[in-house]
């Protein structure tokens, strides 16, 4: 229905442009045109089409909760609870469609046939004005044409505004994003407290059994401490950074300050493959290959090692993000001006001690930037983790031992069927919220110094 | 010059060599470590590119078959019971065996196997009646044993072949009544949970049709997002707003987009879980701001000449941005979408929230078909403790990877090939 609605408008406003430029050459035989033929069609379109779909996404969003609402009126006088009420819509909803397979009680019966009439209402009642405003926008837009009124312009404004509105798309997804998470977030934080989360201490949400449909208050103060998750990311990203910084910054410092341009031109993007491997890859690589070697190390020099420990995927994790670290920091080093260099070499010191001693610390702005960025993805990186570190939250400073982190416990908790309005969900829309407060923290911080350092050389 | 000079100058230049040697290794370590990995899947990876069968003689007897028809219709063949002529097919190969045994005989072929002998019937229906020879898929862990993968000076117990079947193998092996050929199935059968008959021809689809859906969304929107915030945006608080926000999604771990998808698409719009359409609408935001990015870049890198001129004609500016700035800045524009379009094809975290790890053994025909995609199934297979399913991890990793340097070679492509230089 709605579809066949949709292709109509469509049809109808290329209808309307070439009815539109046909008008506009019959015109050019009496009198002078205003703009080009095409913009006649085009006019006609616009008008055609935007405010009838317009109306008909609107219509679309705001329907089904007035619906809702219609059919929850016979039921305000029962004293049912927010989520009792969901349970009738979803019911009435099913009777409506033919699926519902519980037993029907004829008040269940009464409001399924009122739900369909008022569907049924609601259907004409949104073609009715539908084609109503195809009728008023086009004769509207028909008669400036036949009046000759300026065409262009107004074409114009129409497209940069849709331009304008695409670029607000960007800006819905981060309102999305926030709402989204928000929204679930605060519901979780009604039945958690949010000092016990940022406080507590255990991690446990497989414990929060549900009892009479209510979950135990007992335990649930007990299940949701996120403490071991937030030190079982940042040390995972530390491990990480033990191995990405070194290796990272000595070979940028080498790509761009001693390398020939023979080296640079292939060693360059041979690394910068490493960021082009997806990380399900690297995970894999940690699981099966990096996470027994480890072991087997370990137990060779008598250190008990999990097969899962948190040093594989951290050094893993590592590798990928070296090409962050190397090319920002090649870029940074690149942008340090040239007088600096041929200041220190006219004082005699060599290549190494000017990279040390003048270029580092002009640079160290820019690499410092370019390190939190790199922190930033470590802290965000979900599969390594999930596939090679274990899914147990430990409090542990044993980088042997396994741990999890924000990401990993996100996917713990949501792969397979998510219960919504089960607090053990919303604990993972909790930790999806911290983790997205640290992450664009970060990013903040980085991206200003970054900028602060461009400006002060270019 | 002193002796003393003489010494600070020597350990100066060894301090500037060693220093120089550091940046050395650690380059070599980088590239090492991108050595190591590679070989890793390709050693890993390559067998299972070939599919081990058992050869042996099949007796469509009519009467085992249950058919009565003097000259049986294409029904009647399809109807028959083929149980016991598959049964017998296989105990043939040891005929002393005593019954209760046979089931090891059995289990060296995969589960399948009566309907092998059945689709040979179908295809060629004048075998009704005689002996014929018949290759049937050998089962996953036969095929390891065959491919070198399995350690077999192991105890039995410990074993998944036991010394019968090992005996068994060995045998004909030496006859050469185990083959070995290329691995088509892989690449044209669904996900199984049996690893010899899994391949990635339903993941291949969902990351295919996910992309498609990706592409869709993201890049219409992301090109006049750009062409907007690169023509036409007024310096002000709001454009500037509207940057730092797209700056900072592009940082967002893709986690996040995750649970976007599913607290927004699945909950709120009730659009069908597990689906490709869902899974690329989540990719195509993830991917917006990138191809925003690229597109602006390649806006901004048209020369001023180029507007100037159309002006100086008498374009309007609408004109002249959708006449000469825009078509001149495609090429820039493509490649960073395809760029995009790869970083999301390696995406596994927001697919996987988004309910698209479900087991799929069938191929998807429309976006709206359940699916999985190649990342989510190497993660998928590699949750499995079944020895086969290793080298079909490795596999299905070669098959992304080659993937992933196809579009990013194509991104280079058009970038050399359609981009105008100016000087």
């Known amino acids: ?458 | 010059m002193n002796s003393f000079k003489k010494n600070l100058l020597k350990k100066r230049y060894n301090a500037e060599r060693r220093f120089q040697w550091y940046g050395k290794i650690a380059i070599g370590l980088a590239l090492s470590f991108l050595a190591v990995f590679m070989f890793q899947i390709f050693s890993k990876g390559y067998s299972a590119f070939q599919k081990t069968w058992i050869a042996t003689e099949v007796h469509y007897d009519k009467e085992l078959l249950l058919i009565d028809a003097e000259s049986p219709s294409k029904d009647d063949l399809e109807n028959a019971d083929y149980y016991d002529v598959a049964y017998k097919a296989m105990t043939s190969l040891d005929p002393g065996l005593p019954e209760e045994e046979d089931r090891q005989l059995i289990q060296m072929v995969s589960y399948k196997y009566e309907t092998e002998v059945k689709d040979l019937l179908l295809k060629n229906p004048d075998f009704l009646g005689k002996i014929v020879p018949i290759k049937l898929t050998a089962s996953d862990d036969v095929d390891q044993v065959h491919k070198g993968n399995y350690p077999r000076d192991i105890p039995e117990k410990n074993r998944r072949v036991n010394d019968y079947q090992l005996q068994i193998y060995d045998m004909l092996n030496e006859r050469g009544d185990i083959l070995s050929e290329f691995n088509i199935s892989f690449f044209t059968s669904p996900d199984s949970r049996e690893a010899e008959l899994a391949g990635i021809a339903s993941s291949f689809m969902g990351t295919v049709f996910s992309i498609l859906v990706c592409l869709a969304f993201s890049f219409p929107v992301a090109v006049l997002a750009a062409i907007y915030l690169e023509e036409f945006a007024p310096k002000n608080k709001f454009t500037d707003f509207i940057e730092v926000n797209i700056n900072n999604l592009a940082a967002v771990p893709s986690i996040v987009f995750g649970l976007l998808g599913l607290g927004v698409l699945l909950a709120v719009f009730n659009l069908p879980r597990s689906t490709p359409l869902v899974g690329g609408i989540t990719l195509s935001l993830m991917t917006l701001p990138t191809i925003i990015i690229a597109a602006r870049a390649s806006l901004k890198a048209v020369p001023p000449s180029i507007r100037e001129a159309a002006l100086a004609m008498g374009a309007s500016n609408m004109q002249t941005t959708m006449h000469h700035t825009v078509p001149l800045s495609m090429p820039g524009t493509l490649s960073g979408t395809i760029i995009g379009l790869a970083q999301a094809l390696g995406e596994t975290a927001p697919l996987i929230l988004i309910g698209m790890v479900a087991f799929v053994n069938t191929i998807p025909g429309t976006p709206v078909d359940p699916a999985a995609s190649l990342p989510v199934q190497i993660y998928i297979w590699s949750e499995s403790a079944e020895r086969g399913f290793v080298e079909k991890v490795s596999a299905c990793i070669m098959v992304l990877l080659a993937f992933l340097i196809l579009m990013n070679l194509a991104a280079q492509i058009v970038r050399h090939k359609f981009e105008k230089k100016w000087s």
């Open chain 1, 1 to 458: 229905m709605n579809l066949i609605l949709v292709t109509f408008i469509i049809l109808l406003a290329f209808t309307s442009y070439y009815f539109g430029r046909k008008k506009a050459l019959v015109i050019q035989s009496s009198q002078r045109l205003t703009a080009l033929p095409k913009f006649y069609g085009y006019y006609l379109a616009a008008w055609c089409a935007a405010p009838a779909l317009i109306i008909f996404a609107l219509w679309s969003v705001f329907e089904p909760s007035i619906v809702k609402t219609f059919i929850l009126q016979d039921y305000t006088d029962q004293n049912l609870t927010k989520n009792e009420l969901q349970l009738i819509y979803t019911k009435v909803k099913a009777l409506a469609a033919g699926t519902y397979t519980g037993n029907i009680t004829n008040f269940l019966d009464e409001s399924a046939n009122k739900y369909i009439q008022l569907k049924g209402i609601a259907n004409s009642a949104k073609v009715a004005i539908i084609l109503a405003i195809l009728i008023f926008s086009l004769s509207f837009a028909y008669r400036s044409v036949q009046k000759n009124d300026r065409m262009r312009e107004p074409v114009e404004i129409f497209l940069k505004w849709v331009l304008f509105v695409a670029s607000l798309g960007a800006v819905l997804v981060t309102i999305g994003i926030v709402f989204s998470l928000l929204f679930e977030a605060i519901r979780f934080f009604q039945a958690v407290k949010i000092f016990d989360f940022i406080f507590g201490t255990h991690w446990y949400p497989a414990k929060t059994f549900v009892r009479d449909g209510q979950p135990d208050p007992e335990l649930m103060k007990d299940a949701f401490g996120a403490v071991p998750l937030f030190a079982g990311t940042f040390f995972i990203a530390f491990i990480a950074m033990c191995v990405a910084i070194p290796i990272g910054l000595l070979s940028g410092i080498y790509l761009s300050e001693y390398a020939g341009r023979g080296v640079r031109k292939y060693a360059k993007p041979i690394i910068e493959i490493l960021a082009g491997i997806p990380t399900v890859v690297y995970g894999f690589f940690a699981a099966l290959t990096v996470g027994p070697f480890v072991k087997e190390i370990g137990n060779a020099m008598g250190l008990e090692v999990s097969a899962e420990s948190a040093l594989a995927a951290g050094a893993v994790m590592g590798v990928m993000i070296i090409p962050f670290i190397s090319s920002l920091s090649d870029d940074v080093i690149t942008a340090v001006p040239q007088n600096l260099r041929d200041g220190s070499y006219a004082m005699g010191a060599t290549k190494s001690e000017t990279v040390k001693k003048v270029i580092f610390p002009a640079a160290l702005p820019g690499i410092v930037g370019s390190i939190l960025l790199a922190v930033s993805r470590a802290v965000g990186e979900t599969m390594i983790v999930v596939m090679a570190s274990g899914l147990a939250a430990n409090l542990t400073m044993n980088p042997l031992e396994s741990t999890s982190t924000i990401t990993a416990q996100i996917v713990v908790i949501l792969i397979g069927d998510q219960q919504f309005g089960d607090p053990k969900t919303q604990s993972a829309f909790a930790l999806g919220i911290s983790l997205f407060i640290v992450t664009l923290f970060l990013n903040v911080i980085a991206l200003s110094v970054v900028k602060k350092y461009r400006e002060k050389y270019e």
